[in-house]
């Protein structure tokens, strides 16, 4: 593996700090090196800095914790301090990673505060022996069981209602698309493209959304230059009044994908729904006869990188998936008493539906994004996805980013493969 760093000059530091608004509370923060290559038992040494406004600010109080995939957990305190950051200095002996938290608060214990909120904590991380990082078995019959959701797939007919929305954009046609599909729901989304586009002139790009329940939205900057996709995770109706999907999410959809007694089959996982909509939103803008037949591109992230992963995967056609913050990879990976993330309770059917497991059989160059502090999806279960993949690869973490916030100029690192 080749690793990479990109450091954040002193220069540049300044010029964004000076922009902070006043009052704005944040952490700096880094490892003594490249926080992917230390090596077993080696000293990895953190360093967090508080920040009032852009500057070092003194007499606030640190608290830190260390847990790992070690099982080890500890922590302790201190006093932020204007000329000295707080050091925190850890290891680790088998693959995996380390994850630090550090809060700050006033003399009374109360967390800070920005704009009358709690200031974000600091969240980080660093690992060894990546490519040691061992995955939970796949399913026997995994590709099996796929082969047969493709039959049933192919049982409905490809059969789309493209009703004509407006685009805003004089050189982009745009439709509001239901298709056919195997299960309750059909695919649902916002489908564009250019105005004038001559047929099998031009590539295709589909997106996947996020865990919750919302609209599609309206790929009009990226169908200037290609057929543009953007899928609704459930089938359901876009460009609806908020009321619409707050009622979805309070009632129908709440709690999607956890209840353990669809869990436990496969077959009846909401996932697989979910799964088949990924596979006919790729079979319909395929069959668009502006497609150039070559160049298919998938993302996502989070619950939309699950599904460009499960996409890259089922679909051969794929060209080039890009995946950030990925959910699902290696859902099993608790059971090796590694740290877990924010996942359902753990069932063999949930096997089929792993992003780490359809990572196996991507065919296309893939690109993945995410966060040393991420605790939704672990760094681990990244490392796990990234190691089944035998593809042109590349996996990009930056330092101090979790699921939903990224830490002002955290430095990113990366790994590849054939890249």
Known sequence: MRSSVHILSFAAFMTFAGALAAGTYTFMASTDKDPLTYASGENMVFTVQLLEDGKPVAGKNLLWLRRGDDGRTNGGKAVSSADEPLTITTSIEQPGFVHINVVASDENGKTLMNNGKNMPSFDGGAGIALDGIEGWPEP???????????????????????????????????????????????????????????????????SFHGYGVRSSNKPTGSALNSLAMDVNAHGISNGMPAEYYQKLSDTTLKGYAWKDDENKDPETAYFNGMFMRVMRSLEFIKSQPEWDGKTLIVTGGSQGGLQCLAAAGLDPDVSYCDAGIPWCCDLGGRNRNRLSGWFMKWFDALGYYDAANHAKRIKCKTHIFAGLGDYTCPPSTIAVLYNNLSVPKQLEFQQGRTHGYTMPNGAKYSISKDW
């Open 140 to 206: 026997d019959d995994f590709d099996a069981f796929w082969k047969k959701q493709k039959v049933r797939l192919a049982a409905v007919p490809l059969k789309a209602e493209m009703v004509p929305v407006d685009s805003g954009n004089a050189d982009v046609l745009c439709f509001d698309v239901k298709v056919d599909c195997a299960g309750t729901m059909p695919v649902s989304g916002y489908y564009c493209r250019p105005k004038n586009a001559a047929a099998k002139s031009i590539p295709a790009r589909v």
